[in-house]
């Protein structure tokens, strides 16, 4: 099983910036693909990004313009990099492993984001 740290969540104003980082404890991290959710008092968990171990980046309707997934193979990190925050981005940010050989998922803590003024 892999262990995911996600970090960089806290507090942001309206139209302010904040950068995810999902790390994971393995050496084959570049065979993984890694997915942002986030999850929201009283609502579902929704996929926000993703990235595959092609590197090829997909984001959610309201994520596109806004969100940027990136990944550094060598640091065993993904990052999420937010801009324009809005209220309904606030929740907290889990990050999801995903192996295609084995099929197992690997699931972070999460990291909460706070957007108010």
């Known amino acids: 099983q892999v262990l995911v740290v996600e970090s960089g969540g806290g507090l942001a104003q309206p139209g302010g910036s904040l950068t995810l980082s999902c790390s994971a404890s393995t050496s084959l991290f570049d065979r993984y693909d890694v997915h942002w959710y986030r999850q929201s008092p009283g609502k579902q968990r929704d996929w926000v990004a993703g990235?595959?171990?092609?590197?090829?980046?997909t984001y959610s309707d309201s994520s596109k313009g806004r969100l940027t997934i990136s990944r550094d193979n060598t640091k065993t990190t993904v990052f999420l990099q937010m801009k324009n925050l809005q209220p309904d981005d606030a929740g907290v940010y889990l990050c999801?492993?995903?192996?295609?050989?084995?099929?197992?998922?690997?699931w972070g803590q999460g990291t909460q984001v706070t957007v108010s003024s």
């Open positions: 999801s492993m995903n192996s295609r050989a084995t099929h197992y998922v690997s």
């Open positions: 990235i595959t171990r092609e590197e090829s980046p």
